[in-house]
């Protein structure tokens, strides 16, 4: 009960600045723009829900995880003035209020972004000659795993970093960085599919995933949400333990 109403009031602080809300705002406009262009100025073939929802999700996962990246720091960041308090008191309660919260925004995300795609696909004309509307489960599951992808991660820069300026950076920096690099030697390009996010998220968005590609995504997620989250975590806890902030 402690943890929800803590996720609740997390909830409420994602739209808490004008910072966050009008990155709440951008996710949204930057959705329904993406939909809009692809069904209504696209070609033919690509008035599908699988290609919709890849630019409409591609987009939203974009600017969301922000928000993320500021409630880490707005409680943690090197200037917070209750970091200090934060830190004596219930960590670990804090951390999973936040996390709790960031895993429900990436999924109300996700929702908009199904919501959109199946209108724009809807209204889209004209309409494809074939596989409309194939595979959509799979893309409203893929769509849900991208965004929590994206937000966790985001989360994971701002308790790592405890900086908003530096953690956004990183959280486009880092990731794009690497797709770029390892798409660019030969020697990496296998590499790509395992550790590159972006290479992840058409695939996932495709509505088409074998054994390897979820093993691909499996291994993502590892790298870029659990192990990018417990570095941070554990960084806070060693400043609780030295007193630092």
Do not use: C
Not at 57 to 79: C, D, K
């Amino acid at each position: 009960m402690r943890i929800g109403r803590a996720t609740v009031l997390e909830l409420r602080n994602s739209a808490g600045s004008r910072a966050r809300s009008w990155l709440l705002i951008a996710a949204g406009v930057v959705g329904l723009l993406s939909a809009g262009l692809v069904a209504f100025t696209g070609p033919a073939q690509d008035h599908t829900f699988a290609v919709i929802s890849f630019y409409t999700q591609s987009a939203i996962s974009l600017p969301l995880p922000f928000v993320s990246v500021l409630l880490m720091t707005q409680e943690f960041g090197r200037r917070a003035s209750s970091a200090g308090s934060g830190l004596r008191t219930s960590l670990g309660a804090i951390i999973a209020a936040k996390l709790l919260a960031s895993a429900i925004i990436a999924v109300a995300g996700a929702g908009y972004g199904v919501l959109i795609s199946l209108l724009a696909t809807s209204a889209a004309a004209p309409a494809a000659d074939e596989g409309r509307w194939d595979a959509m489960g799979m893309i409203i599951l893929g769509s849900v795993l991208v965004q929590l992808i994206a937000q966790l991660s985001g989360a994971g820069w701002g308790l790592l970093l405890r900086s908003s300026a530096l953690a956004i950076a990183a959280d486009v920096v880092v990731p794009l960085g690497l797709w770029i690099i390892a798409g660019a030697i030969p020697a990496l390009q296998g590499v790509q599919a395992w550790l590159a996010p972006f290479s992840s998220v058409r695939n996932l968005l495709s509505g088409h995933m074998d054994a390897e590609g979820w093993a691909h995504v499996g291994v993502i997620a590892l790298v870029w949400v659990v192990a990018l989250d417990a570095a941070g975590i554990l960084r806070l806890h060693r400043l609780r333990e030295s007193g630092g902030g």
